[in-house]
């Protein structure tokens, strides 16, 4: 099946883009014709294999910035004002997970989660807003979980930063509505990738078990959600959560 969706002419930020998710959300928008620039935070060695695998490396720009950090933050968006660009969408990928129970947690591994999931959403949405006014259209997706809801045992760190990406974004959405901009989140349950790639065997098992559709799901099958969220299709759904989740 091809790309129905024509983003030609759109610029589009992906966070988190050189493996799992924001990988393949950024090859979907890559393939349906937007320019991507792609953010990771110390991995060059795969961003640069993104680029050399991509077949359209002319439109995609990958560059390191840790979306935690408020500096490195303000000095993209500078460097992006600068050249004049425009942007017109902003997936929220970049994320990070420090599991464990709260009564042995450490503080720092509380933070960094915060840090990065959290804040990092609120940096580079920040960031994009006033890009996406002078566009007059915005989309920006920022990759919660339904843990935001449910709470996991052993994630509590977690969980509060993805509940929090959720708030925000529906408060975000009612301040940018008026300018075409939507603010929309993508709650993916357990997705085949390197973040839940150190969970033991019987608990990828147990955890299948819990899927209603008896399997994890693919980072293609976010990307394609997100897609959607990004194009016209959307341009009437603002402030919800779509979760991709398989019943979870
Ligand atoms: P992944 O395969 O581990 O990739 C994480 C990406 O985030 C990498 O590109 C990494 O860059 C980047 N990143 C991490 N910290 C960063 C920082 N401080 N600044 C900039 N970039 C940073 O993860 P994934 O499975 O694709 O997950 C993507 C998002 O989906 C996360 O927000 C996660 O919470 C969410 N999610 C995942 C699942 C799942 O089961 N996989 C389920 C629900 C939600 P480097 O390559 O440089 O490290």
Not at 162 to 175: C, D, R, T, Y
């Amino acid at each position: 099946m091809g790309i129905p969706f024509d983003f030609t002419g759109k610029r589009a930020l992906v966070t988190g883009a050189t493996r799992g998710i924001g990988r393949a959300v950024a090859e979907n928008l890559l393939a349906a014709g937007a320019d991507v620039i792609g953010i990771y935070a110390s991995n060059t060695e795969a961003a640069e294999k993104f680029k050399k695998e991509s077949p359209c490396p002319d439109r995609l720009q990958m560059h390191q910035c840790d979306v935690s950090d408020e500096k490195q933050v303000a000095a993209f968006y500078r460097k992006l004002e600068d050249s004049g660009e425009h942007l017109h969408i902003l997936v929220n990928c970049a994320g990070i997970r420090r599991d464990s129970v709260l009564a042995m947690m450490k503080p720092a591994n509380w933070q960094r989660v915060l840090d990065i999931n959290l804040t990092g959403t609120f940096l580079m949405s920040r960031g994009a807003v006033p890009l996406m006014m002078s566009s007059r259209f915005g989309r920006i997706i920022s990759i919660s979980s339904p843990v935001a809801r449910m709470g996991f045992a052993g994630q509590s760190n977690y969980a509060a930063s993805k509940a929090g990406q959720i708030a925000m974004s529906k408060s975000l959405a009612k301040e940018v509505g008026r300018k075409k901009i939507t603010v929309n989140c993508v709650a993916p349950g357990f997705i085949n990738t390197d973040f839940i790639a150190d969970l033991p065997e019987e608990q990828v098992k147990a955890y299948k078990k819990m899927v209603p559709m008896r399997r994890f799901g693919e980072v293609q099958e976010v990307a394609d959600a997100v897609l959607f969220l990004a194009s016209d299709y959307a341009a009437y759904i603002s402030g919800t959560v779509l979760e991709i989740a398989g019943g979870l």
